[in-house]
């Protein structure tokens, strides 16, 4: 269906017509209006099938009339933008061209302003391929020329004036070589996918799971079998935690937009599509499960005499740290506080899988002092953004809760976390149960002034808005953070 701006009037120079999905926009706004509405309604995913058996035509209409998607921050390709700018400029007659409903379609060309008229489904015609293709027939004659970007522009691009691609699918590409199709102009705006990946899998992030070997290396049962489960644990967990992170993207992708640093994530930026990363999420937790499953038999076979009691607990707690991330990702990142106790819980839930996955108990002291330290750790993340968000202008973190007026008390918060675990660090010291594993447990105590140091430095830090709102980025990346690191090792093998 046309809709159309002004009254169409012969024209000598062929109109520029411009789709909008993976073209205009890198990403797929379909696929990104339906992740915002599993995140705002997401009962009304239940009635998706119905819209889709009334036709895609029908169901883009449906989505784009249950949220309304911020058409301002889409990830705009912006040489081909400016190039429309400069057309525009010189009064040529531009259209967009797309196949998604006409209520989003004309929200996006009234923002960019560019367009004399917009052509878009119309809740019963999905102008896509050929139904596009007559469209343009009907409206333009032969005199147009088009930009598209995937294997249904292709019909268009092959009888347009002067076809041009923008970030094209190897599929299109495949396609116009074979119909010996030489677009003009390559509109080309993304980075390596490999790139794109490693940033939306946060590799960096596994650092975490080493928290899974500290049972095994704080009770110093060191075996093969013990070293082999704990591992095998730590795969297991990073591929979970890395499809728990690209949910936590997808959900977020509007809210990453405005941000000013998350906006260059690779599903927000558009250099990863939606779809891809839903089969990664679906490929990650088959592996993480299967490695789960398969880690019992694998410490039996190495050492009988080490075989898990309980073969199946870590299996329980990979799963109770999928549900709670998975909640957290959904609600509870948005309840004051309890989001708080939910991101340090995830770090205790490491070694609690530690725990579950070799055999060895987790002692009270590990659990003690896990509970205050990464609670700090929690507070800090929050803190810091806050942080950041005020020298920002800005006066309430979007999607959190968390007012500007809350940083001092999430500083007194976090800072008296840090400094309780070092207190829990002293009792166990002093206990006799440090003797039963050390030789030389007063050196010990020299832990507790590097502990003090590294917790003051991190705070004074954010204090003074110079910490990335990861502490974990901050301590894998700052130098200072890797010295303190080696030397609390060095204590402890002193200690033994």
């Not at 004309?106 to 469209?135: E, I, P, Q």
């Amino acid at each position: 269906m046309v809709i159309s701006d002004t009254v169409l009037a012969p024209v000598t120079s062929p109109v520029l017509c411009v789709d909008l999905d993976g073209t205009l926009v890198k990403s797929d706004t379909l696929v990104d209006s339906t992740l915002a509405l599993a995140r705002q309604h997401p009962a009304l995913l239940l009635r998706l099938p119905g819209w889709l058996m009334e036709g895609k035509a029908s169901l883009k209409k449906h989505i784009t009339a249950s949220v309304s998607l911020d058409v301002a921050h889409l990830p705009y390709n912006r040489e081909l933008l400016q190039y429309l700018e400069q057309e525009h400029a010189k009064g040529r007659p531009i259209y967009l061209a797309t196949a998604a409903d006409e209520a989003l379609a004309r929200r996006v060309a009234d923002h960019l302003g560019l367009f004399d008229g917009v052509l878009a489904s119309d809740g019963a015609k999905n102008l896509a391929g050929n139904n596009k293709l007559a469209a343009f027939q009907q409206a333009f004659g032969d005199n147009f020329c088009y930009i598209g970007n995937a294997s249904p522009d292709l019909p268009l691009l092959r009888s347009c004036r002067e076809p041009m691609v923008a970030n094209p699918t190897p599929a299109l590409s495949a396609a116009l070589r074979r119909a010996n199709v030489i677009p003009v102009r390559t509109f080309s705006e993304k980075t390596s996918s490999l790139k794109a990946w490693s940033k939306a899998i946060r590799i960096h992030q596994w650092a975490k799971n080493i928290l899974i070997f500290l049972p095994v290396l704080l009770a110093h049962a060191l075996s093969p079998a013990l070293f082999a489960a704990a591992g095998m644990a730590v795969l297991s967990f990073g591929l979970c935690a890395s499809a728990t992170y690209i949910v936590n993207d997808l959900l977020d992708i509007e809210a990453d937009r405005i941000h000013p640093r998350k906006r260059r994530r690779p599903f927000a930026s558009g250099d990863l599509s939606a779809i891809s990363g839903v089969g990664v999420i679906v490929a990650f937790l088959i592996a993480s499960i299967a490695i789960a499953i398969a880690l019992p038999a694998v410490v039996a076979h190495i050492s009988p005499a080490k075989a898990l009691v309980r073969p199946y607990h870590f299996l329980a707690w990979l799963a109770i740290y999928a549900v709670t991330t998975l909640a957290y990702s959904l609600r509870l990142k948005r309840a004051v506080l309890v989001d708080v106790i939910v991101l340090s819980g995830l770090y205790t839930i490491r070694i609690l899988a530690g725990s579950a996955a070799t055999g060895v108990d987790v002692s009270t002291w590990l659990a003690s002092f896990s509970i205050f330290f990464f609670l700090s750790l929690a507070f800090v993340k929050r803190f810091a953004e806050l942080e950041n968000l005020r020298e920002r202008g800005g006066v309430m973190s979007k999607g959190r809760g968390y007012h500007i007026s809350d940083v001092e008390q999430l500083r007194s918060f976090g800072s008296a976390s840090g400094y309780v675990s070092v207190a829990v660090l002293t009792l166990y010291i002093s206990n006799l149960d440090a003797a039963q594993l050390y030789t030389h447990t007063k050196r010990l105590w020299l832990l507790v002034p590097v502990l003090l140091l590294w917790i003051s430095r991190l705070w004074l830090q954010a204090s003074r808005g110079e910490l990335d709102e990861d502490p974990v980025v901050y301590a894998i990346t700052d130098r200072r953070s890797l010295l303190l690191g080696a030397v609390v090792l060095l204590i402890v093998l002193s200690a033994l």
